[in-house]
């Protein structure tokens, strides 16, 4: 089993360690295992769980179903059931976020479009013939 100081942790993660201190406050990781002097070493499942946490918050799962998305890991597979209820139900909010995507993005290749077109001559008269102020 390999171990990781926060600072590897956070490099592999991206996550700050405050960031990690607070999800190790609010349950989402259980307690870190210590060094006899007492700092923080990550295991490899710790790790693995934070790739899962970094996945969900980075598609906007909110706090509170990732606590209890984490409960219910934790639950074996006594609440697989659930664990799936929740991914499915995320992975719904995460395909409506990328249609939304989808359709900003069109507008914006439209625009695109339309500023990379020539100009119309008499547009460009109209501001060759302005006055300069």
């Known amino acids: 089993m390999s171990f990781y100081s926060p600072a590897q942790v956070t ?4 996550f700050s360690i405050d960031t990690l201190r607070y999800y190790e406050k609010i349950g989402l990781l259980e307690a870190i295992e210590r ?6 070493r990550y295991s490899d499942a710790d790790l693995g769980l934070l790739h899962l946490l970094r996945c ?5 799962m909110p706090i ?5 998305f984490v409960r219910l890991l934790r639950g074996g597979e ?8 929740v991914l499915r139900a995320h992975d719904r909010r995460v395909e409506e976020q ?15 479009d339309v500023y990379s ?15 300069a102020s």
């Open 11 to 14: 490099e592999k993660t991206g």
């Open 35 to 40: 060094t006899p002097g007492g700092r923080r």
């Open 98 to 112: 990328l249609a939304q995507l989808r359709e900003h993005q069109r507008l914006i290749r439209h625009k695109i």
């Open 78 to 85: 006594a609440c697989r059931e659930e664990r799936l209820a």
């Open 117 to 131: 077109a020539p100009a119309p001559a008499c547009a460009a008269e109209e501001v060759s013939a302005a006055p």
């Open 56 to 60: 969900l918050r980075d598609t906007d």
């Open 64 to 68: 509170a179903d990732m606590l209890r």
